[in-house]
């Protein structure tokens, strides 16, 4: 994480139960057992960026494996006082307590799958670009829309290993940064406004080990800004 994360970083303890899940419609509590929720569009949709052989087994194998994986934890004794909270209330309460990472690395990984989802959409990005407060919001952070995306570019390919790329709202200011594995801006006190899933399993069946081209595409073609907007005003 960035030295601005780290300032911001908040104790989970107290806040998980009053946490309220932004930009998960589909998967909002955590009631046994959980499913998995379906695609904001058909499994060919973002051909040819991403591929329906990649769809099929990052959405249907990774996704739904935090999914079920969840469900076997929530359903024993031990982690009953879960059962009945949020992904995000999960992820919350269960962040950096070694003892609980099978809760948290799978709720947050649901969660962040579902972000992702929902972050992309087939004629996005250029195609579709920012507008209205979100724009006004990347040129004072960034200087213009252009210098956004390289920079987003550039920093979800140097994330090393298994990942994430953010844009996020740091109280009302927009920021770019990489998360390693399960975590969520929002373990930090920031906003989620879009997400770039950078584990290999994400690409690799179309780019092989030449992320940036998978990561440049996604950004030039698919991003939902769309949705990205309707996030920063919640």
């Known amino acids: 994480m960035t030295e601005m994360t780290r300032r911001n ?4 303890a107290g806040v998980a139960a009053a946490s309220v ?3 998960f419609p589909n998967i909002s509590k955590a009631a046994t057992p959980l499913v998995l929720a379906p695609l904001p569009y058909a499994d060919t949709a973002l051909a040819p960026v991403i591929s329906q052989q990649t769809m099929g087994f990052h959405y249907g194998k990774h996704h739904l494996g935090y999914i079920t994986n969840l469900n076997t934890a929530l359903a024993l004794p031990a982690n009953a006082a879960y059962a009945d909270m949020t992904l995000e209330q999960i992820m919350l309460a269960t962040a950096n307590q070694k003892a ?4 948290f690395n799978n709720s947050a990984q649901a969660l962040n799958h579902q972000f992702y989802w929902e972050s992309m959409m087939p004629k996005g990005g250029d195609t ?3 507008s209205g407060l979100l724009l006004s919001k990347i040129e004072a952070a960034f200087g213009d829309y252009p210098t956004m995306k390289t920079k987003l570019v550039d920093i979800a390919v140097a994330q090393f290993g298994g990942g994430w ?5 740091n109280n009302g200011k ?3 940064l990489s998360t390693s594995n399960a975590d969520n801006p929002k373990m930090f006190g920031l906003k989620p406004l879009l997400t770039i899933d950078v584990w290999e399993h994400a690409y690799y069946l179309d780019y092989q080990n030449v ?3 998978h ?5 030039d073609k698919l991003l939902n800004w769309n949705a990205a907007a309707v996030r920063l005003g919640a």
């Open 9 to 12: 970083f908040l104790t989970v």
């Open 21 to 23: 899940a932004i930009g």
């Open 100 to 103: 609980l990472a099978g809760l």
């Open 128 to 130: 579709a670009k920012p």
């Open 165 to 169: 790329a953010w844009l996020v709202d």
């Open 174 to 176: 927009l920021e770019i």
């Open 211 to 213: 992320r940036k081209t």
């Open 215 to 219: 990561v440049q595409a996604v950004v």
